[in-house]
């Protein structure tokens, strides 16, 4: 295949997304296949001579689609969205054109510049603080990751950079429950074991209690541990919980640690203000986790992090070897030096064409529909005889349980959500929450309506009937 190829098949490959997205609502959301199946379907041996690809396409689309379960169908609202804005796609396709490595400015000037300006769009967008800076990584665990062990070494005097933690006390970072296993795995990743990552209680809201982290750090001070830093969530997986964030960074400041916000997927809805009181005080956070890929239509992979100062950061990150050396890179950021990977995608191409294509107020319109669509569903549930509200919804976040009188109401609704998903209408998956087996409802794809939502409803009622 040559470039002449290329574009034959990138047009083919346009018409056929189209088709593809146009059509969506026709298909199941969650794939309905079996495991091995794909696998089954390929030649167990790679080809010696090249294929043409009038073949290679007739396999993908015999193969492919049908196995794939379609995270920008309309009515995906299983874990949280990983949702693609049309004009993301299309700044993609650029990227992939172009092909870039983008690990330092002299490789991608543009790439590494539109990303600092696309940090500072940002960051007005969510009403954050002038002096925040940042920079895109692929994940938000890998972000975390790097927050991480940003505290670990701040902790040890940065002495861990030279040593590592042979002879350091046990180092400690704080974290409610409620916040992702991202937070358990930085904490193993970074070496510091899982039973150094500190669950705080949380209040009735399910909340970190300021006082018990308090109570935490003083604890283990006089334990002789190395407390390092706080990892504080804005709209946890499981059930969309908020940690109290001033009153936290306040305790961790008293306690000199680092902090981290995780709002990855609640921060997209920051550009509306009328939701910034539940991450009120981020502004005092040492570094902030928001994934556009969740919520703001930049598609899969695009999380932004902001630093209030990026030096701690690039002192554990940045290494510069003399295979990377470029002239004059003190006056120039090179990003790599600021996250786990050397290697980076163009990611701020699809930022900046989102952002253009929709505008602020287009975004926000959909992030509020929404919520509001969310809110709605919750209340038709609330009504019904058989179901059960759990946890109240929080942004486009809710969950429910299947609850007859006198049922088993974790072991109906588990049965109902397999009915459901097999049924492939809508797409939910589960939590467990205070012991229970619920449904989580999320909204969030791009292209998804108030019917969509509704149908929700349609196929949970209709179906438990046949429970
Ligand atoms: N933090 C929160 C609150 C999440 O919901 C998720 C994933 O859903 C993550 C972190 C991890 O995100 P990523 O897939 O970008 O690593």
């Given at each position: 295949?040559?470039?002449?190829?290329?574009?034959?098949?990138?047009?083919?490959?346009?018409d056929?997304?189209?088709?593809?997205h146009?059509?969506?609502?026709?298909?199941?959301?969650?794939?309905?296949t079996?495991?091995?199946?794909?696998a089954?379907?390929?030649?167990?041996?790679?080809p010696?001579q090249?294929?043409?690809p009038?073949?290679?396409f007739?396999?993908?689309e015999?193969?492919?689609?049908?196995?794939?379960t379609?995270?920008?169908h309309?009515r995906?609202?299983?874990y949280?969205?990983?949702?693609?804005?049309?004009?993301?796609q299309?700044?993609?396709?650029?990227?992939?054109?172009?092909?870039?490595?983008?690990m330092?400015?002299?490789?991608?000037?543009?790439?590494?510049?539109?990303e600092?300006?696309?940090?500072?769009?940002?960051?007005?967008a969510?009403?954050?603080?002038p002096?925040?800076?940042?920079?895109?990584h692929?994940?938000?665990?890998?972000?975390t990751?790097?927050?991480?062990?940003?505290m670990?070494?701040r902790?040890?005097g940065w002495?861990?950079l030279q040593h590592?933690?042979?002879?350091?006390?046990?180092i400690?970072?704080?974290?409610?429950?409620?916040?992702?296993?991202?937070?358990?795995?930085a904490?193993?990743?970074?070496?510091?074991?899982q039973?150094?990552?500190?669950?705080?209680?949380?209040?009735?809201?399910?909340?970190?209690?300021?006082?018990?982290?308090?109570?935490?750090?003083?604890?283990?001070l006089k334990?002789g541990y190395?407390?390092?830093?706080?990892?504080l969530?804005?709209?946890?997986?499981s059930?969309g919980?908020?940690?109290?964030?001033?009153?936290?960074?306040?305790?961790?400041?008293?306690?000199?640690?680092?902090?981290?916000?995780?709002a990855?997927?609640?921060?997209?809805?920051?550009?509306?203000?009328e939701?910034?009181?539940?991450w009120?005080?981020?502004d005092?956070?040492?570094?902030?986790?928001?994934?556009?890929?969740?919520?703001?239509g930049?598609?899969f992979?695009?999380?932004v992090?902001?630093?209030?100062?990026?030096?701690?950061?690039?002192?554990?990150?940045?290494?510069?070897?003399?295979?990377?050396q470029?002239?004059?890179?003190?006056?120039?950021?090179?990003?790599?030096?600021?996250?786990?990977?050397?290697?980076?995608?163009?990611?701020?191409?699809?930022l900046?064409?989102?952002l253009?294509?929709?505008?602020?107020?287009?975004?926000?319109?959909?992030?509020?529909?929404?919520?509001?669509?969310?809110?709605?569903?919750?209340?038709?549930?609330?009504?019904?005889?058989?179901?059960?509200?759990?946890?109240e919804?929080?942004?486009?976040?809710?969950t429910?349980?299947?609850?007859p009188?006198?049922?088993?109401?974790?072991?109906l609704?588990?049965?109902?959500?397999?009915k459901?998903n097999?049924d492939?209408?809508?797409?939910?998956?589960?939590?467990?929450?205070?012991?229970?087996?619920?449904?989580?409802?999320?909204?969030?794809?791009f292209?998804?309506?108030?019917?969509?939502?509704?149908?929700?409803?349609?196929?949970?009622?209709?179906?438990?009937?046949?429970?």
């Amino acid at each position: 295949m040559n470039h002449d190829d290329l574009r034959h098949w990138s047009k083919h490959a346009a018409d056929w997304a189209h088709d593809y997205h146009t059509t969506l609502r026709d298909r199941p959301v969650r794939a309905q296949t079996t495991p091995g199946a794909t696998a089954a379907a390929l030649p167990t041996a790679p080809p010696e001579q090249p294929e043409d690809p009038e073949r290679i396409f007739a396999d993908f689309e015999a193969i492919v689609p049908g196995a794939m379960t379609h995270w920008q169908h309309p009515r995906f609202f299983a874990y949280f969205p990983a949702n693609a804005a049309p004009a993301s796609q299309w700044a993609e396709q650029l990227a992939n054109a172009i092909a870039a490595q983008c690990m330092l400015w002299q490789t991608s000037p543009a790439a590494t510049e539109i990303e600092q300006v696309m940090i500072g769009w940002l960051r007005q967008a969510l009403g954050l603080a002038p002096h925040f800076t940042g920079t895109i990584h692929d994940s938000a665990t890998t972000c975390t990751l790097a927050a991480v062990i940003t505290m670990r070494d701040r902790a040890t005097g940065w002495d861990s950079l030279q040593h590592g933690l042979t002879g350091q006390a046990p180092i400690r970072l704080y974290a409610s429950a409620q916040t992702h296993s991202s937070v358990d795995k930085a904490a193993r990743l970074a070496g510091l074991g899982q039973q150094n990552l500190v669950k705080i209680a949380t209040d009735d809201a399910y909340a970190m209690d300021p006082d018990a982290l308090d109570a935490a750090i003083r604890s283990d001070l006089k334990a002789g541990y190395l407390p390092a830093g706080v990892v504080l969530c804005t709209g946890g997986t499981s059930i969309g919980a908020c940690d109290p964030i001033a009153a936290c960074l306040e305790v961790a400041r008293s306690h000199g640690l680092y902090t981290h916000v995780d709002a990855a997927w609640a921060g997209s809805a920051m550009i509306c203000p009328e939701f910034r009181p539940l991450w009120a005080g981020v502004d005092g956070a040492d570094s902030i986790v928001f994934n556009p890929h969740k919520w703001l239509g930049a598609q899969f992979d695009c999380a932004v992090q902001f630093l209030a100062d990026p030096a701690p950061q690039i002192r554990s990150m940045g290494l510069r070897p003399d295979y990377l050396q470029t002239p004059g890179q003190d006056q120039i950021t090179n990003f790599n030096e600021w996250t786990v990977p050397l290697g980076r995608r163009f990611r701020a191409l699809k930022l900046w064409f989102t952002l253009r294509a929709y505008g602020l107020e287009g975004l926000r319109t959909r992030i509020r529909n929404h919520v509001a669509w969310t809110a709605e569903l919750a209340e038709k549930f609330r009504v019904h005889k058989d179901f059960r509200i759990t946890t109240e919804p929080r942004l486009a976040l809710f969950t429910f349980q299947y609850a007859p009188q006198g049922g088993d109401a974790d072991a109906l609704t588990e049965r109902l959500l397999k009915k459901i998903n097999d049924d492939g209408r809508v797409y939910l998956t589960q939590t467990q929450h205070q012991g229970r087996y619920i449904i989580r409802m999320t909204a969030g794809t791009f292209d998804c309506s108030r019917d969509d939502v509704m149908t929700v409803y349609d196929a949970a009622t209709e179906l438990a009937k046949t429970l």
